[in-house]
């Protein structure tokens, strides 16, 4: 952890970038972090999408005529604006337009139908949906061609309305991938931040050529890898979905990609993902899951690079990350980011952060905050964790998916990591799921790497060798695979509510 002289420098050197950039407080804190870069370059390519490419001067001249387009059907600053739009150069602009006129930005999932999107509507109350779906409620909607197509009417120049660090920006859903999703308030202060903060970590500069590979709804594709990108000057190729043959095409020439590691297990998985072929690349990029060792391990022989591991949330935006230069160790997610303190109630405890990137409010739930932070101010995030003494951090689970069997704890990933060394284990999860007798009792859901069947009692006592009896998984359910969100994450709630019924059925094993 930093020390409070430490912290007090780091604070320092980011006001000075600030005053550099011109940020006063009269100014649009975000919409100037992220044109300033691309106005020294208005020719250059912004973002190379299928359908073309979209220059910085185009971006920033469709961003304000987004903005009067916004201001034309009654949005004004505060206003939420719900976004449902597939993947596309113009949804960046249509971002940027919402921060300079402080209207409050609302991605929402592309997968989600109407039902849901409706139960969001009714959450935030925008002043204008863009979908180009119609849907059965009392937001007015324009459809993102329409938009598109009537933005040239529209001046290319648009007076910023002023922001400071606490005007609110964006409203993300949590993925939900247990219980109701909750709108994360994030501020131009937070998200200018984050921006900042992960430019200078990772070396970002006009000279970058990003592989942008995630959706656009979500933290991660949004204010890390598409907001690294603009607010660097740098160009992003934007893919839609992941084909292996488009992503080891788009890589050629390319500097930095940032992905989820199921999307690095899925290139390691593909011959003509090779060494050869990213010879261009300086920085790959992993986060929003666990990477299982192995990953990092094929990876780097595979490529000869370590992949840069780092944790965020939606309420926090990046907190940790290996070093760009100095070692990058996998199982861990590396040291805070500067200027975000981290702290780890117990060991393993609950990881608890600080900075000026974390959230201060979930969107119509102002009862949260108690529970949500610490009386000095960190916000619990509910993930468990160590700190190892270099301040480097190894999260081994959820505070809700741990396992309590017996009053004895289980933390899943310890169980995870060792399983899928076993032979024949492409991968697993564990879980636990209610016991009469213990609680709840430790289950292991497994999945077969390709062509293999899984010896299920060669399993079992293959733990009993290097597990305490406690932990040893009580059953082995073997699926084809596990079911993840669009993040790639395991959706532990779901798993469990799947073989709750399968487990209860069969006799458990001591
Ligand atoms: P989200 O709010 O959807 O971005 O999800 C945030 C959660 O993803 C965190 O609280 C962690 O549980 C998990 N997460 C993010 N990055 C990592 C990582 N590198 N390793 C393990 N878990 C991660």
């Not at 009053?407 to 990933?413: A, E, I, S, T």
Request: with cysteine; charged share 25%.
């Amino acid at each position: 952890m930093r020390s409070a002289s430490e912290r007090e420098g780091v604070a320092a050197h980011i006001g000075g970038d600030r005053q550099q950039l011109g940020h006063g407080h009269l100014e649009n804190v975000l919409a100037g972090t992220l044109l300033n870069a691309g106005r020294r370059t208005p020719d250059k390519v912004a973002i190379d999408a299928a359908a073309g490419p979209t220059t910085f001067g185009e971006l920033d001249n469709l961003s304000a005529q987004f903005a009067h387009a916004l201001v034309d059907r009654g949005v004004t600053r505060g206003d939420r604006v719900a976004v449902q739009l597939v993947k596309r150069p113009e949804v960046v602009a249509l971002n940027i337009a919402c921060a300079r006129l402080g209207a409050i930005y609302v991605p929402l999932n592309s997968s989600y139908v109407d039902a849901e999107v409706g139960a969001l509507l009714d959450d935030v109350a925008p002043a204008l949906l863009v979908r180009e779906d119609p849907l059965v409620h009392s937001t007015p909607r324009v459809g993102g061609d329409e938009l598109i197509r009537g933005a040239s009417r529209y001046p290319s120049a648009f007076v910023d309305a002023p922001c400071d660090d606490a005007t609110p920006a964006a409203i993300l859903f949590t993925s939900g991938t247990t219980g109701q999703p909750k709108g994360v308030v994030l501020t131009h202060g937070n998200l200018s931040f984050g921006c900042r903060t992960l430019n200078e970590a990772w070396e970002m500069s006009a000279s970058d050529v990003l592989v942008h590979v995630l959706p656009l709804f979500h933290v991660h594709g949004l204010f890390v890898a598409a907001y690294c990108g603009v607010s660097s000057g740098a160009t992003l190729r934007f893919l839609d979905g992941f084909d292996v043959a488009d992503v080891v095409t788009a890589l050629d020439g390319a500097t930095v990609m940032m992905g989820v590691p199921t999307q690095y297990t899925r290139l390691l998985a593909d011959e003509r993902f090779t060494s050869e072929g990213v010879r261009s690349v300086r920085l790959f990029v992993s986060g929003s899951a666990p990477m299982l060792r192995r990953t990092h391990d094929d990876f780097l022989s595979r490529t000869g690079q370590r992949v840069l591991e780092r944790y965020g949330m939606t309420e926090t935006g990046m907190i940790t990350a290996n070093p760009l230069r100095g070692e990058r160790r996998p199982d861990t997610v590396g040291p805070a980011l500067p200027g975000v303190e981290v702290r780890v109630n117990g060991s393993p405890g609950e990881v608890e952060v600080r900075g000026p990137n974390v959230f201060n409010q979930y969107w119509n739930r102002p009862g949260l905050r108690e529970s949500d932070f610490t009386p000095d101010g960190f916000f619990r995030t509910g993930d468990v964790g160590m700190l190892d003494r270099d301040g480097y951090l190894e999260l081994v689970g959820r505070s809700r998916d741990l396992i309590i069997t017996g009053g004895l704890n289980v933390y899943p990933k310890e169980l995870e990591q060792l399983i899928d060394e076993l032979p024949g284990v492409l991968e697993s999860a564990v879980v636990g799921v209610p016991d009469d007798d213990f609680g709840e009792c430790v289950t292991a859901v497994l999945v077969a790497r390709p062509g293999e069947v899984l010896d299920v009692d060669d399993l079992r006592r293959r733990c009993r060798s290097v597990l305490a009896p406690f932990k040893i998984p009580k059953h082995f359910v073997v699926l084809d695979e596990l079911p993840r969100n669009a993040m790639g994450k395991v959706e532990k709630a779901r798993l469990r509510r799947d073989i709750v019924g399968v487990v209860a059925s069969r006799p458990r094993h001591h």
